[in-house]
């Protein structure tokens, strides 16, 4: 019996020319897809290794930068304000009861120092290698033990609900536009970046800000995880102490609707 066309194993059509084959079409495919997708690589990479966080430590340094910039942008605007200030107290157009009420809406939105004995709350994340120092809890996951942004709002809250009179977080002031934020294990705060511990000072009455400290359920429950996992608190009585006034910009940011 003869071979046709369209038996299995031959090579060839009649006539002898050699049949389509749509496997080394695929083949061919294939290694030209591997040759695009490795040049394409090479590219990407510039002769860097992609396979490291070169790209995540330049993140962070582009991020502290900015941080620092921003810090000297406050302390340039700050000199500004005082200027600013200077001279309008050398104007003689002003009556002596519109001054005293500038000055007091200037202590207000907390743009002025503010002296006074105060308690200081630290926040610090865990060893990284903590395990659970009470029987019947489980051991940590990695977000047991750090710091998170609600640890740091129900701290500066409770200040607040103590009666208060100033707050600050770190080395800036807290006013009424200011938002504590975290991202991952560091905190932002009007635009400058800052990493543990964390330490919230206030201005105030000493035995009532920390009554309402311990009254807060969100720092019990924050307590619990300082027994069992070891976050760290710390509160302190300063004494007398001066918080700095606000320097940063009063000017307030929101989305606008993108115009069609």
Known sequence: MSNSADSPG???????????RPVRVLTVGVFALAG???????????????????SLLKLSDLIQERSHKNATLDESNGALRRDVDALAGSEDGS??????????????????KLKGDA???????????????????????PDYLVIHQQDLQAVVNALWQGGAKGI??????????????????????????????????AVGDPAKLQKSLAASPAIQNYMVYVNVYGLGWKVEEDGPVTLPGYSGTVDLHYAKPVEQ
């Open 10 to 20: 031959t090579n060839s059509s009649p006539g002898g020319t050699h049949r389509f």
């Open 36 to 54: 695009l997708i490795f040049f394409t690589s090479f590219d990407t990479a510039k002769g860097t290794n992609i396979r490291t966080d070169s």
């Open 119 to 141: 308690v200081t709350v630290t926040l610090n994340d865990a060893p990284p290698n903590a395990t659970a120092k009470l029987p019947g809890y489980p051991e940590p996951q």
């Open 168 to 201: 600050k977080v770190m080395d800036q002031r807290l006013i009424s536009t200011s938002a504590v934020r975290c991202v991952g294990n560091t905190l932002i705060l009007q635009g400058r970046v800052y990493s543990p511990p964390y330490k919230i000072t």
């Open 95 to 112: 009556s002596a009861d519109s001054d005293a009420e500038l000055a007091a809406l200037e202590k207000s939105a907390g743009t002025q």
